[in-house]
């Protein structure tokens, strides 16, 4: 007889197969022998088809997963163990026996179609109750999955995505060295513009020393000439001098007195000679440096730029199963400041309300404008008191415009192409970010962080504190499954939800404003830091670029009729902020 506890081989007996002791023909908990324990059957589950122990027996009857299954006792049970089904698997290699990354000692058997999770007991009785979420038992929906349509198409998938993480890899190490290669050449081309200057310079510095040549060549050419006058006339003087004397000591009065007349004639011949020498203009020279080459080299911080310019290659993070956008072609802008404006426009807020309608807000200038995207113009301007914030959907022809400084959301509604204020709801604090779907509103609120949901009366209907979730909440979209939030104080897109609990978290970016939800459930955010705007995955995993090199991208929204991308601009520019660009996305 086998003994409660004992370890046994995981291999099932077959009703067909005849039993060679008496303990295999003991009737043992299927369940339990598979977690390695083999202990008597007390009762069996026909849907299950598996023999239960005492205490796997009374689990059975009050799991919500199982409590409706028909149980047979130790009287009316099988006498021999059952096969499997072909749910369960046929080999002993197939048993449950990955551990929950949450519950390390519990096997994972349950998946939630809800969050898509792979779920052990634990999880299903903390986190995915039956009101809330639809579980399954794994080897009751894993009986067709082999070589199955969903088993070609996520090898397929994976080989694809495994291709172009091989693609990325080659991608930027040819990037890599294409760069390198290049900031050589640019530092050769720096060293060549050097020398350029040096010959510039050496050119400059051979005039100044030519002028100077010559200056000292008219110099020592008239100290010669006056050095050869000055000797023959000093010769001529002395003669002369020489004979005076000579004829006064002789007593030669005659001849002394023409001497003498005839020296006074050469010293005026003399110092008419010399006086053409001394007129001659020596200066002494100084160096006075050029000041515009001097405060040019002083005010310069480098010798030119080294500017840089994007590959065409994309290599963005690969996203699995998510919508395909392939090519961005720009379709154009839209101005949308009017004569009504006072200041720089400043779009923050930007909702569809028809594929051929947008309507955005106008912080700076207080006003909320309906776009005309087929006429590409503003058609309606509303003007407010005070500065809008975001603004939401709320009917085909209802809107509903955040007033953060007046603690306000103003519903705006559109009659015969006009925008005309209707009534008011006050919230508890600044509100920011908002989002509508079936009756509620969905808040931001500041100092602290966290979001409140409202009915239409705004009525609080939940509160989320944002204590460890969120820093400085600044937009919402959502869905039935989810609502997301944008937070540049933690620079994250979470993900939330209904009751509040955080079920993803996206972080690959620097600082997110603006947000729009496209058809399959992902979501577009503006990246104001990095210039790009991001597509992000509905469970928060993985995200693409989609545009870059842009201008301060804020606010976005997406038109899934007709492909295209709308986005805003904060760079302080009226030449961006002043328009709304718009991509065609394919």
């Known amino acids: 007889m086998a003994v409660s506890g004992k370890k046994a081989s995981k291999q099932f007996s077959s009703s067909t197969t005849s039993m060679a002791s008496d303990e295999d023909l003991q009737i043992y908990c299927q369940p339990c022998d598979e977690e390695g324990t083999r202990l ?61 990354l949450k519950h390390p000692q519990e096997m994972i058997k349950f998946y939630c179609n809800d969050h898509t999770k792979l779920l052990c007991s634990v999880c299903v009785t903390l986190e995915h109750q039956a009101t809330s979420c639809k579980v399954d038992y794994i080897p009751d929906i894993s009986g067709d999955i082999l070589d199955s349509k969903q088993y070609q198409d996520i090898l397929k998938t994976l080989n694809h995505t495994s291709d172009q993480f091989q693609q990325m890899v080659e991608n930027v190490k ?65 003669i002369s001098s020489d004979n005076i004397k000579q004829l006064n000591t002789s007593k030669q009065a005659n001849k002394l007195f023409m001497e003498l007349k005839l020296a006074e004639k050469t010293i005026q011949n003399v110092e008419g000679k ?6 001659y203009d020596i200066k002494e020279h100084n160096f006075r440096s050029n000041d515009v080459i001097l405060n040019f080299l002083k005010t310069e911080k480098s010798l030119g730029t080294l500017t840089q310019k994007a590959f065409n290659t994309e290599y963005q993070s690969v996203q699995v199963k998510s919508r395909q956008t392939s090519h961005a072609a720009h379709a154009g802008k839209i101005c949308v400041k009017t ?59 209802e809107l509903a415009v955040t007033l953060p400084h007046i603690q306000i959301i103003q ?16 919230v508890a604090r600044d509100c920011y970010g908002i989002s509508y779907y079936q009756g509620k509103l ?13 009915d239409m009366n705004g009525t609080i209907l939940t509160t989320i504190d944002g204590k460890n979730i969120f820093k400085d909440t600044c937009y919402i979209t959502c869905n039935r499954h989810s609502i997301y939030v944008s937070d540049s104080g933690m620079k994250t897109v979470t993900r939330l939800n209904w009751q509040g609990d955080v079920i993803g978290r996206y972080s690959g970016m620097s600082d997110f404003r603006g947000m729009s939800m496209s058809d399959d459930g992902t979501v577009f955010v503006c990246d104001q830091d990095r210039n790009v705007i991001k597509e992000i995955s509905g469970d928060c995993s993985t995200g693409k670029v989609v545009l870059q090199d842009l201008k301060s991208p804020h606010a976005v929204c997406w038109c899934g009729k007709t492909k295209k991308l709308y986005y805003t601009c904060s760079a302080g520019d009226a030449k961006y902020d002043h328009f709304i660009h718009i991509y065609k996305l394919s």
């Open 442 to 454: 969905i808040v931001s609120l500041r100092s602290p962080a966290k979001l409140q949901i409202l």
């Open 40 to 100: 008597p059957a007390h009762g069996y589950c026909t849907e299950c088809r598996e023999h239960l122990c005492k205490n796997c027996y009374t689990a059975h009857k009050v799991s919500r997963l199982s409590k409706h299954h028909t149980l047979q006792d130790a009287t009316n049970m099988p006498k021999v163990l059952q096969q499997p089904s072909t749910s369960i698997h046929t080999g002993q290699s197939d048993v449950l026996t990955t551990p929950c």
């Open 411 to 426: 519903f705006i509604s559109i009659s015969s192409n006009k925008l005309i204020k209707k009534h008011t709801v006050r």
């Open 274 to 279: 010399t006086q053409h020498l001394f007129s």
């Open 339 to 397: 004569s009504k404006a006072e200041c720089r426009c400043w779009i923050i807020g930007m909702t569809l309300l028809t594929p051929d309608l947008l309507i955005i807000t106008d912080y700076l200038n207080k006003a909320v404008k309906m776009v005309d995207t087929s006429s590409q113009s503003v058609s309606d301007q509303l003007q407010l008191k005070f500065k809008p914030w975001d603004i939401t959907t709320v009917t085909s022809t």
């Open 174 to 238: 040819n990037m890599t060295n294409k760069s390198n290669i290049s900031l050589k050449d640019a530092l050769a081309a720096i060293k060549k513009f050097r020398q350029e200057i040096n010959k510039r310079l050496d050119v400059l510095e051979r005039q100044a020393e030519d002028a100077a040549k010559v200056i000292e060549q008219e110099n020592n050419k008239h100290l010669k000439a006056v050095e050869t006058t000055c000797e023959d006339i000093t010769k001529l003087l002395k």
